[in-house]
């Protein structure tokens, strides 16, 4: 018989393991400890699939720390197609439960550490089959001690949000939407607005480690603000947390501008490892990334559902 429930704290933090993939089950299990020890997730949030005493299959929700509602599913091992029809049901019932509107999940190919998402065209069809869709098609960048430090660059001076304080940052950022590429932002202006969009997104990166210094606006050489800079650190890895241009500012360069500098501030406070997202259709960062020097690790897709 096929069962849904909570794991047990003697199945913490492994969960579902696989014979012979010591790799995969070391590698997850210390993802997971330290998701439930930042606060990202809670033993209540992790669903193990029981079959006759057998785990078959886990759902891991996830949050901002601090958070008390479930954003996404972060881990899951889908089991077969009755499994994972199991899971999924329960992690958007639970997920619900706890006041959650929507629920996300991501999917990255090729297969990596520490989710190690093998079968992504299963995958694919499995979280459709369960009423997700596709909100961002993404690559994701890579840069590692070792790599040579991007130039800065020296028509850019900047200010930081200790200095500035948050309206400058929203007001600015409101303007880089108007004409953005990213889907998600498209999304939440539809919804929200320019400004609402703007405000949202500065709270959340808000919420992310960092130091009020770090989030930085660019002004150029005739003192206008063209640039946002906001580099963070997430429980896994340093981010080029939002990189955003002033329309005033578009076609020259900035965009990479960005991404060196905050390389360079997540670099000389000790990140060995610095990653960064956008969209495939997104030219713009994808060539700001590459001339910054990073490369492009893997692709990832984004879905989301409504509860």
Same mark, same amino acid.
């Not at 699939?49 to 996830?62: H, K, P, R, S, T």
């Not at 960092?210 to 050489?221: K, M, R, S, V």
């Given at each position: 018989?096929?069962?849904?429930?909570?794991?047990?704290?003697?199945?913490?933090?492994?969960?579902?393991? %696989?014979?012979?993939?010591?790799?995969?089950?070391?590698?997850?299990?210390? %993802?997971?400890?330290?998701?439930?020890?930042?606060?990202?997730?809670?033993?209540?949030?992790?669903?193990?699939?029981?079959?006759?005493?057998?785990?078959?299959?886990?759902?891991?929700?996830?949050?901002?720390?601090?958070?008390?509602?479930?954003?996404?599913?972060?881990?899951?091992?889908?089991?077969?197609?009755?499994?994972?029809?199991?899971?999924?049901?329960?992690?958007?019932?639970?997920?619900?439960?706890?006041?959650?509107?929507?629920?996300?999940?991501?999917?990255?190919?090729?297969?990596?550490?520490?989710?190690?998402?093998?079968?992504?065209?299963?995958?694919?069809?499995?979280?459709?089959?369960?009423?997700?869709?596709?909100?961002?098609?993404?690559?994701?960048?890579?840069?590692?001690?070792?790599?040579?430090?991007?130039?800065?660059?020296?028509?850019?001076?900047?200010?930081?949000?200790?200095?500035?304080?948050?309206?400058?940052?929203?007001?600015?950022?409101?303007?880089?939407?108007?004409?953005?590429?990213?889907?998600?932002?498209?999304?939440?202006?539809?919804?929200?607005?320019?400004?609402?969009?703007?405000?949202?997104?500065?709270?959340?990166?808000?919420?992310?480690?960092?130091?009020?210094?770090?989030?930085?606006?660019? %002004?150029?050489?005739?003192?206008?603000?063209?640039?946002?800079?906001?580099?963070?650190?997430?429980?896994?890895?340093?981010?080029?947390?939002?990189?955003?241009?002033?329309?005033?500012?578009?076609?020259?360069?900035?965009?990479?501008?960005?991404?060196?500098?905050?390389?360079?501030?997540?670099?000389?406070?000790?990140?060995?490892?610095?990653?960064?997202?956008?969209?495939?259709?997104?030219?713009?960062?994808?060539?700001?990334?590459?001339?910054?020097?990073?490369?492009?690790?893997?692709?990832?897709?984004?879905?989301?559902?409504?509860?």
């Amino acid at each position: 018989m096929l069962t849904i429930r909570p794991a047990r704290p003697e199945e913490l933090p492994a969960l579902t393991a %696989y014979p012979n993939d010591d790799e995969r089950n070391s590698a997850t299990a210390a %993802y997971l400890s330290g998701l439930l020890d930042s606060g990202c997730t809670r033993p209540a949030w992790c669903l193990v699939a029981d079959q006759d005493n057998e785990l078959v299959g886990n759902v891991v929700l996830w949050t901002i720390p601090g958070r008390s509602v479930p954003e996404d599913i972060v881990l899951l091992e889908p089991g077969d197609d009755q499994t994972a029809a199991a899971l999924l049901t329960h992690a958007a019932e639970l997920a619900r439960s706890l006041g959650a509107r929507t629920q996300g999940h991501v999917l990255d190919t090729p297969s990596q550490a520490p989710q190690f998402q093998r079968d992504p065209r299963r995958r694919e069809q499995l979280l459709a089959a369960h009423g997700f869709s596709v909100t961002r098609d993404g690559c994701r960048f890579l840069w590692q001690t070792g790599d040579p430090l991007p130039a800065q660059d020296d028509r850019l001076h900047w200010r930081s949000l200790a200095d500035l304080g948050e309206e400058p940052f929203v007001d600015l950022l409101a303007d880089t939407f108007t004409d953005t590429k990213d889907s998600i932002f498209r999304a939440e202006i539809a919804e929200h607005g320019l400004r609402g969009a703007a405000e949202r997104n500065l709270a959340d990166m808000l919420e992310l480690d960092h130091e009020p210094d770090w989030f930085e606006i660019g %002004y150029d050489q005739q003192n206008r603000p063209v640039a946002i800079s906001l580099p963070a650190r997430t429980q896994s890895s340093a981010v080029i947390g939002l990189v955003a241009i002033a329309t005033t500012g578009r076609g020259h360069g900035y965009a990479t501008a960005v991404v060196a500098r905050g390389t360079s501030i997540l670099v000389a406070t000790g990140a060995t490892e610095i990653r960064g997202d956008c969209d495939t259709g997104n030219i713009g960062m994808v060539k700001a990334f590459q001339r910054a020097g990073y490369h492009n690790f893997a692709n990832r897709k984004m879905f989301s559902r409504p509860l």
